[in-house]
């Protein structure tokens, strides 16, 4: 069965410096991959996806993750986080030759001090 | 395009009591899942529907749990005889019938079980 760590409960970063977020997978074959944020009151809300091709992928809100099958990685990364973006990020897996249902991380939650 | 939809969005109730919550999906959209989420912790599936059939179940769904979809629109989650156990997030989400389609999430209820 596949999961995720996502190792770093929290995250504190300034506004304007970057970021980046952790995220391992335990997969046997090639997984899809994708990167969720929720903000207080919202539902989760997907910032990329990943399921072949281009290891680096681009998403909304100027983030962006690469996938590293060497180290069974997906980390989110942004060059210079705004106050906006504080709230809860989420890494999901689910299996291309299984269910399709994803499995989540527990969360990483962003501080962004001003 | 209003999203998904989900009512109510807090529920407070003693053990025992019965709850129903209900989902809208986006109108066009085949799939619905039903996600749990708890403090701390990342959304955990429990069910989906193609349609109005109910396709598969996490075992994290008791007996004490149902879900229908009657009419491949809205759906409803029945919990009876809550225990405090089941206090949570119960996130709703749909998405088109490919599986690598994104899902759209609702706000969520919020669930209290006194």
């Known amino acids: 069965a596949q999961s995720v760590t996502q190792p770093d409960i929290h995250i504190t970063v300034s506004e304007g410096a970057s970021l980046e977020l952790r995220c391992n997978y335990s997969y046997g074959a090639t997984p899809y991959l994708f990167w969720y944020v929720q903000s207080p009151g919202q539902g989760l809300q997907l910032l990329l996806k990943y399921f072949s091709g281009d290891t680096l992928v681009q998403g909304i809100k100027g983030f962006e993750a690469e996938f590293k099958r060497s180290q069974s990685s997906f980390n989110l990364r942004k060059p210079s986080v705004h106050w906006s973006d504080a709230a809860e990020y989420f890494c999901?897996?689910?299996?291309?030759?299984?269910?399709?249902?994803?499995?989540f991380g527990r969360g990483t939650s962003l501080i962004v001090h001003p | 395009d209003t999203g998904v939809s989900q009512d109510p969005r807090h529920k407070i109730t003693k053990r025992g009591q019965n709850v129903t919550f209900r989902c809208d999906p986006i109108?066009?959209?085949?799939?619905l899942y039903w996600y749990r989420q708890t403090l701390g912790q990342g959304p955990e599936f429990l069910t989906y529907?193609?349609?109005?059939?109910?396709?598969?179940k996490s075992r994290l769904l008791s007996d004490r749990f149902s879900a229908e979809r009657p009419k491949g629109s809205f759906s409803t989650l029945e919990i009876q005889r809550t225990e405090q156990g089941d206090s949570a997030m119960y996130l709703c989400?749909?998405?088109?019938?490919?599986?690598?389609?994104?899902?759209?999430f609702g706000p969520g209820t919020r669930l209290t079980v006194l």
């Open positions: 529907f193609q349609n109005e059939a109910q396709l598969e």
């Open positions: 109108s066009e959209h085949n799939r």
């Open positions: 999901a897996v689910y299996a291309s030759g299984g269910s399709y249902i994803p499995t």
């Open positions: 989400a749909s998405s088109s019938s490919g599986f690598t389609d994104t899902q759209y």
